[in-house]
């Protein structure tokens, strides 16, 4: 490797401009003009003394009075944003454009950084309305939503008649999947409201499942139903009523199928009041515990949207047309103000620690209040829970007491549901009596309450309301009122008798929804005010950058010989190994080829070189570069 001849031109090196030498080149200017000066004076000795040229009196700049050189005043030139500004730099387009750019992303960054503006694109994207993400997961939720059934099969039929205790073995689960979507979907009422039918197809899935055609001896709950309202009719009816069952061999205890009891089997009571009970109050034609929950529900349910307030967000707003639950008298019994199980009002918005459900077989709605926050698959999650006073006991609970009826004496954990099922005596409870009074567990053997198999409890997501995971789980239950005139059913005293419990609910999103959830909750929240940062930093270094690169620009267009410098320290630095090796012979054998402060800008401007060579001085000799090369 060769070193290449590099010269440097006298001028305003970098050094230079560190020690304010920047004027040294107009102090030699005046120097060699007042030479010039003087010469002619020389040349011109026969003019009048008036007509010379007039000496300045003054000393030249660069040296004092005593004849010593003095420093030479610089100028400032001030900041280089106002130096650019003051000289009218004109800044190529390319330049323009990433200043341009770098501002628009600045104060874009800033803006992004300062307003929450993606809550307010989830709370857009959250409210119910056509072709909207959240609507399209309402109107079809795709998620796999199962129905649990259990059924309390009676081992001592006999012995119970007789005054025993009744033994029940919890035969289970049947598991039902159900396909679920809303039909008829119709808004309203400046979007306010949304209008639907819900269509239930439930599928037995044998794989979760015992056989479905396992006997069952269950209650007779229609003949059962008519007996406890017999003592009601007086004696006369009474008697009427025990010869026709009597003659019809109708018993307290039936064998059936868990498939029978859940959809459906043929019952001659059931069939009679269907033909002759009033519209309103007329049953099935067949007896089935589940039956009315399989196809499209007759019932329009209008829920709101969101768009109004997001308070209610995905509650009911009115059943057929009415805003209230006509079974009951007064409220809260009648409100129905509950969601439907897709939405529930975000809490990080309402901070409600407190939310409603509402189902059709609950015959009401009823609380969830908020337990504790918790995670599930990485999103967080409140955890809200069925409060243990929520069924009967209205002396702790006063919210209770409309449902009481002067035939029911209210008990902790036990509701009244008997408007809802055309009449029959028929109560809700949380299974195997969780968190019910002691008395209905002790009256009966073979349950034992479980906290984690039996509570109502649902995992909703903070932000969105959607709810991550829930079940709701309820026992049905026939209070019997012993009918001692009806001969059939003499032997069955008063009790509160366990036919089955269900739940139903969901435990996994799909990957699909929770994949936007987890963007929505977890990335975003994140990802937003990285970007935004990201965005103010960048925007702020592109602006500096290019104000800074039109600023060197400017002073290498002023002044050549800059640039040069700064081309030749890059060539030396590229040429620095072989100067590091070969340095020992150089300074050896070619001595007297180095003549770089004597013979500098430095020494000419303090008068020690030739003032009036301005050539190229070599740093080093080519001949050396060339036989080193060789």
């Known amino acids: 490797m060769g070193l290449e001849k590099h010269y440097l031109r006298y001028g305003r090196t970098a050094r230079a401009h560190l020690l304010d030498w920047a004027t040294c080149g107009r102090g030699?200017?005046?120097?060699?003009?007042?030479?010039?000066?003087?010469?002619?004076?020389?040349?011109?000795?026969?003019?009048?003394?008036?007509?010379?040229?007039?000496?300045?009196?003054?000393?030249?700049?660069?040296?004092?009075?005593?004849?010593?050189?003095?420093?030479?005043?610089?100028?400032?030139?001030?900041?280089?944003?106002?130096?650019?500004?003051?000289?009218?730099?004109?800044?190529?387009?390319?330049?323009?454009?990433?200043?341009?750019?770098?501002?628009?992303?600045?104060?874009?960054?800033?803006?992004?950084?300062?307003?929450?503006?993606?809550?307010?694109?989830?709370?857009?994207?959250?409210?119910?309305?056509?072709?909207?993400?959240?609507?399209?997961?309402?109107?079809?939720?795709?998620?796999?939503?199962?129905?649990?059934?259990?059924?309390?099969?009676?081992?001592?039929?006999?012995?119970?008649?007789?005054?025993?205790?009744?033994?029940?073995?919890?035969?289970?689960?049947?598991?039902?999947?159900?396909?679920?979507?809303?039909?008829?979907?119709k808004f309203h009422e400046n979007n306010y409201t949304v209008s639907y039918q819900h269509k239930k197809i439930l599928q037995f899935v044998p794989e979760l499942s015992i056989d479905k055609d396992t006997p069952i001896v269950t209650p007779n709950i229609p003949l059962l139903t008519l007996t406890s309202l017999s003592p009601k009719l007086g004696y006369l009816l009474s008697k009427t009523i025990s010869v026709v069952i009597t003659a019809a061999k109708f018993k307290p205890f039936i064998n059936v199928t868990a498939e029978q009891l859940a959809f459906g089997y043929d019952d001659a009571l059931v069939s009679l009041a269907h033909r002759f009970y009033p519209k309103h109050m007329r049953p099935m034609e067949r007896m089935g515990l589940l039956l009315a929950r399989n196809g499209t529900l007759s019932e329009v349910s209008?829920?709101?949207?969101?768009?109004?307030?997001?308070?209610?967000?995905?509650?009911?707003?009115?059943?057929?047309?009415?805003?209230?639950?006509?079974?009951?008298?007064?409220?809260?019994?009648?409100?129905?103000?509950?969601?439907?199980?897709?939405?529930?009002?975000?809490?990080?918005?309402?901070?409600?620690?407190?939310?409603?459900?509402?189902?059709?077989?609950?015959?009401?709605?009823?609380?969830?209040?908020?337990?504790?926050?918790?995670?599930?698959?990485?999103?967080?999650?409140?955890?809200?829970?069925?409060?243990?006073?929520?069924?009967?006991?209205?002396?702790?609970?006063?919210?209770?007491?409309?449902?009481?009826?002067?035939?029911?004496?209210p008990i902790q954990g036990l509701q009244n549901i008997s408007p809802c099922q055309y009449g029959a005596p028929v109560y809700i409870s949380n299974p195997h009596f969780f968190e019910s009074h002691p008395d209905l567990l002790d009256s009966v053997e073979g349950l034992t309450p479980d906290r984690k198999k039996h509570e109502t409890y649902f995992k909703i997501q903070p932000k969105l309301g959607v709810p991550l995971e829930g079940k709701v789980r309820i026992q049905l239950n026939l209070k019997v009122t012993r009918a001692k005139d009806v001969y059939p059913v003499r032997d069955f005293r008063d009790?509160?008798?366990?036919?089955?419990?269900?739940?139903?609910?969901?435990?996994?999103?799909?990957?699909?929804?929770?994949?936007?959830?987890?963007?929505g909750t977890v990335i975003a929240p994140h990802a937003v005010p990285i970007g935004s940062y990201l965005m103010i930093i960048g925007g702020a270094f592109a602006i500096i950058y290019s104000f800074v690169r039109a600023y060197q620009n400017f002073v290498f267009a002023r002044d050549p010989t800059l640039e040069i410098l700064e081309m030749g320290r890059r060539s030396l630095r590229r040429g620095s190994s072989f100067i590091a090796h070969q340095q020992h012979r150089l300074l050896v054998h070619h001595r007297d080829s180095y003549s770089l402060l004597r013979h500098g800008p430095i020494s000419t401007c303090l008068g020690e070189g030739n003032r009036g060579d301005e050539d190229a001085q070599p740093i080093i000799d080519t001949s050396i570069a060339i036989s080193q090369e060789s």
């Open 495 to 519: 009790f509160v008798f366990p036919v089955m419990w269900l739940e139903e609910g969901i435990s996994e999103l799909t990957p699909a929804i929770k994949r936007w959830i987890y963007l």
């Open 28 to 185: 030699r200017r005046q120097q060699q003009q007042q030479q010039q000066q003087s010469q002619q004076q020389q040349q011109l000795p026969h003019l009048p003394l008036q007509q010379q040229p007039q000496q300045h009196s003054q000393p030249s700049q660069g040296s004092n009075a005593t004849g010593r050189r003095s420093r030479p005043h610089v100028t400032h030139r001030g900041t280089p944003l106002s130096m650019l500004i003051s000289h009218g730099v004109r800044i190529s387009n390319n330049r323009l454009a990433v200043i341009i750019l770098g501002i628009v992303t600045l104060i874009l960054g800033i803006v992004l950084s300062s307003i929450p503006w993606l809550d307010y694109f989830i709370l857009k994207n959250l409210r119910l309305w056509n072709d909207t993400l959240s609507y399209h997961y309402w109107q079809r939720p795709g998620v796999i939503r199962l129905t649990k059934l259990y059924i309390y099969n009676v081992t001592n039929p006999d012995g119970f008649l007789q005054g025993e205790k009744p033994k029940l073995q919890e035969v289970g689960p049947f598991v039902y999947r159900e396909d679920m979507q809303k039909v008829n979907v």
């Open 302 to 409: 209008s829920i709101k949207t969101g768009m109004q307030s997001m308070d209610q967000f995905g509650y009911i707003d009115s059943l057929n047309g009415m805003n209230h639950l006509p079974h009951w008298d007064e409220e809260p019994c009648t409100s129905i103000a509950g969601s439907e199980g897709s939405f529930f009002p975000p809490r990080d918005l309402t901070k409600s620690e407190l939310v409603h459900i509402y189902d059709k077989d609950l015959c009401r709605i009823i609380p969830l209040k908020y337990v504790e926050s918790l995670e599930k698959d990485g999103i967080a999650a409140d955890l809200f829970r069925l409060p243990n006073n929520s069924y009967g006991d209205s002396a702790n609970n006063p919210e209770n007491k409309c449902f009481d009826t002067t035939e029911y004496e």
